[in-house]
């Protein structure tokens, strides 16, 4: 048993060695075994990893692959590393004993060349293939945060984040998001998620909340995400929006400050385009007033029947409008599991 293409990966805080077993013997190969050493930059052991082939038993000439997920025993940076393969071959050995086995090569591989990929957890065939990419950060545009009033004169900003790339959809996109006010960091909260899938040209809103006064600097750092060329993941549905309504609702704070506020409720009407069943249908609606820019946002997971091929079902959403009134609705929407 051979093994090619080894390395060692920090993936999402886990050490990992990832590689391919190639059974280069006659016979099938039962239960190959990868055993892994970690050691410290002053030789200590300081983890180990275990894992087995994928494919088991192993034809000859055949290949498949391994991860061997890495437990640590102590804290430090991995500098070197040991490997052993092992596997069994009943049918050249049927009454082999531990003496007339062959014996096991151990691979020392110094320094250790640690591949880092963190914030994101990869699959053994994703780390395994050398034409893999992550989406490209550039491609994220986040507008400059609206600083709006809500119904009890609490700040909340508004901005929008769009997937400005061409050819690929961008999955699971998380920022972290810094306000500044000089040179002191304001104490921020995104209000809701963003989707699991944000496609070529779609706009998302995303709503801050916190104590800002003001603020004179924005700065977003995007955590690694992979990508999907086109159609992408996500099924297709056609989601519509049917007519909206302007209304006034009132409220009270303390049991004696009475407030208004304007909302829009919008209806619209979600249909199942795609092959199969589609279910936990999520929208992103944003209001925006006569210069382009939002004036409201909301964030809602949809009560929805389980929509088979072809089949339709309306949907409500109240949203709050903070800014001036609004001249026309957009919708993103994302479905899946929960």
Same mark, same amino acid.
């Given at each position: 048993?051979?093994?090619?293409?080894?390395?060692?990966?920090?993936?999402?805080?886990?050490?990992?060695?990832?590689?391919?077993?190639?059974?280069?013997?006659?016979?099938?190969?039962?239960?190959?075994?990868?055993?892994?050493?970690?050691?410290?930059?002053?030789?200590?052991?300081?983890?180990?990893?275990?894992?087995?082939?994928?494919?088991?038993?192993?034809?000859?000439?055949?290949?498949?692959?391994?991860?061997?997920?890495?437990?640590?025993?102590?804290?430090?940076?991995?500098?070197?590393?040991?490997?052993?393969?092992?596997?069994?071959?009943?049918?050249?050995?049927?009454?082999?004993?531990k003496?007339?086995a062959?014996?096991? $090569?151990?691979?020392?591989?110094?320094?250790?060349?640690? $591949?880092?990929?963190?914030?994101v957890?990869?699959?053994?065939?994703?780390?395994?293939?050398?034409?893999?990419?992550?989406?490209?950060?550039?491609?994220?545009k986040?507008?400059?945060? $609206?600083?709006?009033?809500?119904?009890?004169?609490?700040?909340?900003?508004?901005?929008?984040?769009?997937?400005?790339?061409?050819?690929?959809v961008?999955?699971?996109?998380?920022?972290?998001?810094?306000?500044?006010?000089?040179?002191?960091?304001?104490?921020?909260?995104?209000?809701?998620?963003?989707?699991? $899938?944000?496609?070529?040209?779609?706009?998302?809103?995303?709503?801050?909340?916190g104590?800002?006064d003001?603020?004179?600097?924005?700065?977003?750092?995007?955590?690694?995400?992979?990508?999907?060329?086109?159609?992408?993941?996500?099924p297709?549905l056609?989601?519509?929006?049917?007519?909206?309504?302007?209304?006034?609702?009132?409220?009270?704070?303390?049991?004696?400050?009475?407030?208004?506020?304007?909302?829009?409720?919008?209806?619209?009407?979600?249909?199942?385009?795609?092959?199969?069943?589609?279910?936990?249908?999520?929208?992103?609606?944003?209001?925006?007033?006569?210069?382009?820019?939002?004036?409201g946002?909301?964030?809602?997971?949809?009560?929805?029947?389980?929509?088979?091929?072809?089949?339709?079902?309306?949907?409500?959403?109240?949203?709050k409008?903070?800014g001036?009134?609004?001249?026309?609705?957009?919708?993103?929407?994302?479905?899946?599991?929960?």
């Open positions: 048993m051979v093994a090619s293409k080894v390395q060692l990966v920090r993936n999402d805080g886990a050490y990992r060695l990832v590689g391919l077993l190639k059974n280069n013997g006659a016979n099938e190969a039962n239960s190959s075994q990868i055993t892994v050493m970690l050691y410290g930059e002053d030789g200590k052991l300081i983890g180990t990893a275990n894992g087995y082939g994928a494919a088991s038993p192993l034809a000859p000439n055949a290949l498949t692959s391994f991860d061997a997920r890495g437990e640590m025993l102590a804290e430090g940076r991995v500098a070197s590393y040991d490997y052993m393969v092992q596997s069994e071959d009943h049918a050249a050995m049927p009454a082999a004993s003496e007339e062959p014996p096991s $090569r151990i691979v020392r591989v110094s320094p250790a060349d640690v $591949r880092v990929i963190e914030h957890r990869l699959t053994t065939e994703e780390l395994l293939d050398p034409d893999f990419a992550l989406f490209d950060a550039s491609a994220l986040l507008s400059a945060p $609206r600083r709006l009033l809500d119904e009890i004169e609490r700040p909340i900003l508004y901005a929008e984040l769009v997937n400005t790339s061409d050819q690929y961008v999955l699971s996109p998380k920022a972290d998001i810094s306000l500044f006010d000089g040179s002191r960091r304001l104490d921020v909260r995104q209000a809701w998620s963003l989707p699991a $899938r944000l496609y070529p040209g779609e706009r998302v809103p995303v709503a801050l909340t104590r800002i003001r603020y004179t600097e924005a700065k977003t750092d995007w955590l690694p995400a992979k990508r999907a060329a086109l159609p992408g993941p996500r297709k056609a989601v519509t929006v049917e007519n909206t309504e302007a209304q006034v609702g009132t409220g009270t704070l303390n049991f004696s400050y009475r407030f208004r506020y304007k909302y829009v409720t919008v209806h619209g009407r979600v249909r199942n385009d795609s092959q199969a069943e589609v279910e936990n249908v999520k929208v992103w609606v944003s209001l925006y007033d006569a210069q382009d820019k939002l004036t946002a909301a964030y809602q997971e949809l009560r929805l029947p389980k929509l088979k091929p072809e089949e339709s079902a309306p949907f409500q959403v109240d949203v409008q903070y001036g009134n609004f001249a026309r609705v957009g919708v993103v929407y994302d479905a899946g599991p929960r």
